[in-house]
């Protein structure tokens, strides 16, 4: 598992629009336009988390979508992290319209 610098990891969150950096994770809120959109987006990250067998936290509220990517315990981002965040911006840009 590669492990990333705080300069490599800074350069990768310039270029994922609303992630941000929480300890050693990445986080973000995803807000769709219904409940329905929440339950589909997930189920087509749940197969890249298989693929990359690398599994965030996310909790839903209605339309409102919590992703962290990395333990809270974790003492660095890994290259797999910012892999699944890029994966799941992929999804979010090719099966809904943006409203975040």
Not at 38 to 47: E, L
């Given at each position: 598992m590669s492990s990333?610098?705080?300069?490599?990891?800074?350069l990768q969150l310039e270029r994922l629009q609303g992630w941000a950096l929480d300890g050693n994770s990445l986080v973000k809120t995803y807000e769709f336009?219904?409940?329905?959109d929440?339950?589909?987006?997930?189920?087509?990250?749940?197969?890249y988390c298989e693929e990359l067998e690398h599994y965030p936290t996310w909790?839903?509220?209605y339309t409102l979508l919590k992703v962290r990517i990395g333990e809270l315990d974790q003492y660095e981002?890994?290259?797999r992290d910012i892999q699944l965040a890029k994966r799941m911006e992929m999804a979010r840009g090719v099966v809904f319209d943006k409203k975040d």
């Open positions: 990333l610098t705080a300069d490599q990891v800074a336009a219904s409940f329905a929440v339950i589909a987006f997930t189920t087509r990250v749940a197969f909790e839903n509220t981002v890994h290259g």
